[in-house]
């Protein structure tokens, strides 16, 4: 079984849904991350949470949120989603121990 | 700004040949690097890092060097084999501010290694 699922794994919606990413981890890991990939852009940091407590916005957080409901669970929110959120998402966790990171299998997500 | 940068968005390398993907970054307070692979419809795989006291770590085929003065890192695939073909990511991180932990990503440097 994967270490990092993200469900779903691909999502079609139209402008103004309300969008929710989940992201589980069997890793026992305290750190989980949300990036975007866009084409040639590579991956940008939307927010990160170093414990349940602990929430932090990244370098592109506008029109998104979080939410950590337990070490193992990170979802990530579009309240209102419009066409440019279209990317893959991808979700990562990491150990307190080092600053690796292992990623899920992404989420395509598509906003027409 | 950009504070890490893989300035060949591509590569291509025949099969049996060295593969070398290069990487610049720009923040002197990085102090660890990572490169990470990626196919197509999967999330990117770490595959091989390194800390700012080494200038070397191998690991099988890979190899990634870092030249701190010149702020550049490179990673070598010996011998290159068709599954090595992927996007590669470049990733930096450092112990400063509120940024610990935070990884930097490239843009990536698609490699092809033709048989």
């Known amino acids: 079984d994967a270490d990092v699922t993200q469900t779903p794994r691909n999502r079609i919606t139209k402008t103004g849904k309300r969008i929710m990413l989940e992201c589980s981890q069997t890793?026992?890991?305290?750190?989980m991350y949300w990036y975007r990939q866009d084409p040639g852009l590579g991956l940008r940091l939307i927010y990160y949470?170093?414990?349940?407590?602990?929430?932090n916005k990244g370098e592109i957080s506008d029109g998104y949120s979080v939410s950590r409901q337990a070490q193992a669970k990170f979802s990530l929110s579009l309240e209102s989603a419009i066409p440019n959120q279209t990317a893959l998402y991808f979700c990562?966790?990491?150990?307190?121990?080092?600053?690796?990171?292992?990623f899920g299998p992404g989420t395509r997500l598509t906003v027409l | 700004d950009q504070q890490v940068k893989q300035n060949s968005p591509s590569l291509s390398v025949q099969e049996g040949r060295i593969s070398i993907l290069n990487c610049d970054y720009t923040?002197?307070?990085?102090?660890?690097f990572l490169w990470y692979k990626k196919y197509p419809a999967e999330g990117p795989t770490f595959l091989i890092s390194?800390?700012?006291?080494?200038d070397k770590n191998e690991d099988g085929r890979f190899t990634v060097f870092l030249n701190k003065s010149a702020k550049h890192l490179s990673l070598h695939i010996v011998p290159s084999q068709p599954g090595d073909s992927a996007v590669y990511f470049c990733?930096?991180?450092?112990?400063?501010?509120?940024?610990?932990?935070?990884?930097?990503f490239g843009k990536g440097t698609k490699l092809s290694v033709k048989p």
């Open positions: 990733a930096a991180s450092g112990s400063y501010g509120g940024s610990q932990g935070n990884l930097i």
């Open positions: 923040n002197s307070m990085f102090d660890y």
């Open positions: 990562a966790t990491s150990p307190k121990s080092t600053d690796t990171q292992y």
């Open positions: 890793k026992g890991h305290d750190r």
């Open positions: 390194i800390s700012s006291i080494k």
């Open positions: 949470s170093f414990d349940v407590k602990d929430i």
